[in-house]
């Protein structure tokens, strides 16, 4: 089975909780604080897998999360920090915010360098940070900030100089299987393709001194392949990247169609495809010569339709062989001439955030009860010690400087108010 398009869920690790302890040593009697701090949550990492072509793997597994930061303890034990969970997707996936469809990650960018597409929480700090002249006894520590959760869709385009394109049974899979080492299933009938080949074919040099390309077979495009019909539709996006199109039609007209019309219509869906696609180069690949009968067929007007579009003509045999290594060679020298595989750059921008200090924060008013709400007052809520004075202090500080009271007080929030920022529940005093 083939799968090019997925959507998963990913949830970095939390940060580990800063520890609140102090010194308890022979002849010490007011030993001062020393909490270890928390350890890291683990990042989501997606990292290339050059030996897979397809999302198969996500088909059973969409959750991925990453391991927790371990805790802090006393004499400064600082918690264990978390491995990273690595995701393998396959050369050319595109990483995307489901909800508005942007990019966020090319996969194959910088050689396929690893990308983090959800950070690991913070650690927390232990109160030995928050010792000061005149708070010698902190009764409170950090505790670690929350991982990164996000849905992603994954969309794989793969990554290939050469697309072959076309009607169905035109030939092109057993091109494929003869200038590569790839073995695609062929067989006498429609769509016997469903899913894109990829082969890497060799030229002068060998493949071990890096000369050659990698050729995709696209399954057989019909009319209407950009409307969805067909297989066309799933799989015109394996073209996206290709840097030249080899054009395959059957020029012995064995199923009586007529190569001239042929053409029109792989061009129409490509250009309704998208644009940019159908301008890119394309050599035309006449197969089936051996079969030709030239009294059956007007050769001359299909090559002067072909002359008129301004691209060249290449015949050859996937049956016999012919020509097969002259249009390998050519291909070769065209790619030459031509700019490196395509790669997409980052369209997703995340929102901008809201209130003070770039934080996010809601507010929302319900009566006299004003509700607070953001993903640091959450995570500020769990370094607070409420049944401890100097704690509360720093809390109220922090609201202060963050301005949440001047956003309260503007939506009309006055003595007496009762303010909830999550389990906390107090009444507003100016």
Same mark, same amino acid.
């Given at each position: 089975?083939?799968?090019?398009?997925?959507?998963?869920?990913?949830?970095?690790?939390?940060?580990? +909780?800063?520890?609140?302890?102090? #010194?308890?040593?022979?002849?010490?009697?007011?030993?001062?604080?020393?909490?270890?701090?928390?350890?890291?949550?683990? +990042?989501?990492?997606?990292?290339?897998?050059?030996?897979? +072509?397809?999302l198969?793997?996500?088909?059973?597994?969409?959750?991925?999360?990453?391991?927790?930061?371990?805790?802090?303890s006393?004499?400064k034990f600082?918690?264990? &920090?978390?491995?990273?969970?690595?995701?393998l997707?396959?050369?050319?996936?595109?990483?995307?915010?489901?909800?508005?469809?942007?990019?966020?990650?090319?996969?194959?960018?910088?050689?396929?360098?690893?990308?983090?597409?959800?950070?690991g929480?913070?650690?927390?700090?232990?109160?030995?940070?928050?010792? &000061?002249?005149?708070?010698?006894?902190?009764?409170?520590?950090?505790?670690?900030?929350?991982? /990164?959760?996000?849905?992603?869709?994954l969309?794989?385009?793969?990554?290939?100089?050469?697309?072959?394109?076309?009607?169905?049974?035109?030939?092109k899979?057993?091109i494929?299987?003869?200038?590569?080492?790839?073995k695609?299933?062929?067989?006498?009938?429609?769509?016997?393709?469903?899913?894109?080949?990829?082969?890497?074919?060799?030229?002068?040099?060998?493949?071990?001194?890096?000369?050659?390309?990698?050729?995709?077979?696209?399954?057989?495009?019909?009319?209407g392949?950009?409307?969805?019909?067909?297989?066309?539709?799933?799989?015109?996006r394996?073209?996206?990247?290709?840097?030249?199109?080899?054009?395959?039609v059957?020029?012995?007209?064995?199923?009586? #169609?007529?190569?001239v019309?042929?053409?029109?219509?792989?061009?129409?869906?490509? /250009?309704?495809? @998208?644009?940019?696609?159908?301008?890119?180069?394309q050599?035309?690949?006449?197969?089936?010569v051996?079969?030709?009968? #030239?009294?059956?067929?007007?050769?001359?007007?299909?090559?002067?339709?072909?002359?008129?579009?301004?691209?060249?003509?290449? *015949?050859v045999?996937?049956?016999?062989?012919?020509?097969?290594?002259?249009m390998?060679?050519?291909?070769?020298?065209?790619?030459?001439?031509?700019?490196?595989?395509?790669?997409?750059?980052?369209?997703y921008?995340p929102?901008?955030?809201?209130?003070?200090?770039?934080?996010?924060?809601t507010?929302?008013?319900?009566?006299?009860?004003?509700?607070?709400?953001?993903?640091?007052?959450?995570?500020?809520?769990?370094?607070?010690?409420? @049944?401890d004075?100097?704690?509360?202090?720093?809390?109220q500080?922090?609201?202060?400087?963050?301005?949440?009271?001047?956003?309260?007080?503007?939506?009309?929030?006055?003595?007496?108010?009762?303010?909830?920022?999550?389990?906390?529940?107090?009444? *507003?005093?100016?």
């Amino acid at each position: 089975m083939f799968i090019d398009q997925i959507k998963i869920l990913v949830k970095a690790g939390n940060g580990g +909780n800063g520890a609140v302890s102090f #010194r308890r040593e022979k002849y010490v009697s007011h030993g001062g604080p020393d909490g270890g701090d928390g350890g890291h949550g683990g +990042n989501i990492v997606f990292r290339v897998d050059p030996g897979s +072509n397809t999302l198969l793997a996500f088909r059973y597994k969409r959750k991925f999360a990453a391991a927790n930061g371990g805790d802090g303890s006393g004499r400064k034990f600082h918690g264990a &920090t978390a491995d990273d969970t690595y995701i393998l997707v396959p050369p050319g996936t595109l990483i995307k915010d489901p909800g508005t469809g942007k990019i966020i990650h090319d996969m194959s960018e910088n050689d396929g360098a690893d990308f983090i597409a959800a950070k690991g929480g913070r650690g927390g700090w232990g109160n030995r940070h928050f010792a &000061t002249p005149t708070r010698q006894v902190p009764m409170f520590a950090k505790n670690g900030t929350r991982g /990164e959760e996000k849905e992603l869709q994954l969309e794989l385009k793969m990554l290939a100089d050469v697309g072959l394109i076309g009607f169905p049974s035109v030939g092109k899979s057993s091109i494929l299987s003869c200038i590569s080492a790839a073995k695609p299933k062929i067989a006498d009938y429609h769509f016997t393709t469903l899913s894109p080949n990829l082969g890497v074919v060799e030229t002068a040099g060998g493949a071990g001194e890096g000369h050659g390309f990698v050729a995709a077979d696209i399954p057989g495009l019909i009319e209407g392949a950009a409307d969805g019909a067909g297989l066309g539709h799933a799989f015109l996006r394996h073209v996206d990247r290709c840097r030249l199109l080899l054009h395959v039609v059957d020029i012995s007209c064995f199923e009586g #169609r007529d190569p001239v019309e042929d053409v029109k219509i792989i061009d129409r869906e490509l /250009e309704r495809y @998208s644009p940019e696609l159908a301008e890119r180069p394309q050599i035309m690949i006449a197969n089936k010569v051996d079969a030709l009968d #030239r009294d059956a067929v007007d050769i001359e007007a299909f090559e002067k339709y072909i002359a008129s579009l301004g691209r060249e003509l290449m *015949y050859v045999s996937a049956a016999t062989g012919e020509g097969l290594d002259e249009m390998v060679q050519r291909v070769s020298e065209r790619l030459a001439e031509l700019p490196p595989v395509k790669i997409y750059e980052a369209e997703y921008q995340p929102e901008d955030a809201y209130v003070g200090g770039g934080k996010e924060t809601t507010i929302r008013r319900e009566n006299d009860t004003f509700y607070v709400e953001g993903e640091w007052l959450f995570n500020l809520c769990g370094q607070i010690n409420f @049944s401890d004075y100097e704690s509360m202090n720093f809390f109220q500080k922090v609201l202060r400087r963050s301005g949440v009271y001047d956003e309260l007080e503007a939506r009309g929030c006055d003595d007496g108010c009762i303010v909830s920022i999550y389990d906390l529940e107090f009444e *507003y005093v100016k």
